[in-house]
């Protein structure tokens, strides 16, 4: 009895813990369902220093709402990858640039008042495809 009262706390100490696992600035390349590797992808946002922005990061289909001031680098593993980020002041230049698996992909970048800039890839052996904008 107490080896099950044991064992049931270990593991509901393991859920709590992953539970409070802090996002890693770089996660691990996986494999999707057809077992090829996914991307490394870097995303840097540039422009006028401190210029403050909201946004959301999409991996392989799971969406996560960012934010923060100019510049900012993120890193992160998967196949296909969606960012939007939007100047939350009228002022500044944002510029996005992503790189996979360490080279260059594109970049998009706006002056605009409260303007947005958005990337869209799809980055695996076998298919490649990008798309840079500007709202």
Same mark, same amino acid.
């Not at 049931?8 to 770089?26: D, E, K, M, N, Q």
């Not at 360490?102 to 800039?117: D, L, N, P, Y």
């Given at each position: 009895?107490?080896?099950?009262? /044991?064992? *049931?706390? %270990?593991? #509901?100490?393991?859920?709590?813990? !992953? $539970?409070?696992?802090? +996002? &890693?600035?770089?996660?691990?390349?996986?494999?999707?369902? /057809?077992? *090829?590797? %996914?991307? #490394?992808?870097?995303?840097?946002? !540039? $422009?006028?220093?401190? +210029? &403050?922005?909201?946004?959301?990061?999409?991996?392989?289909?799971?969406?996560?709402?960012?934010?923060?001031?100019?510049?900012?680098?993120?890193?992160?593993?998967?196949?296909?990858?969606?960012?939007?980020?939007?100047?939350?002041?009228?002022?500044?230049?944002?510029?996005?640039?992503?790189?996979?698996?360490?080279?260059?992909?594109?970049?998009?970048?706006?002056?605009?008042?409260?303007?947005?800039?958005?990337?869209?890839?799809?980055?695996?052996?076998?298919?490649?495809?990008?798309?840079?904008?500007?709202?």
């Amino acid at each position: 009895m107490t080896t099950k009262v /044991t064992l *049931l706390a %270990a593991l #509901a100490a393991s859920f709590i813990l !992953v $539970g409070c696992h802090t +996002t &890693p600035t770089r996660e691990p390349a996986q494999s999707d369902f /057809t077992g *090829l590797p %996914a991307a #490394a992808f870097t995303i840097t946002v !540039v $422009g006028t220093k401190g +210029t &403050p922005f909201k946004g959301t990061i999409t991996t392989d289909g799971h969406v996560t709402t960012t934010g923060g001031t100019v510049p900012a680098t993120f890193y992160i593993s998967t196949h296909d990858l969606a960012v939007s980020l939007q100047k939350t002041g009228a002022d500044g230049l944002i510029e996005l640039r992503v790189a996979a698996d360490g080279q260059g992909r594109g970049m998009s970048s706006t002056a605009k008042e409260f303007g947005g800039v958005r990337a869209q890839l799809i980055c695996t052996p076998k298919v490649e495809q990008a798309m840079f904008t500007t709202f």
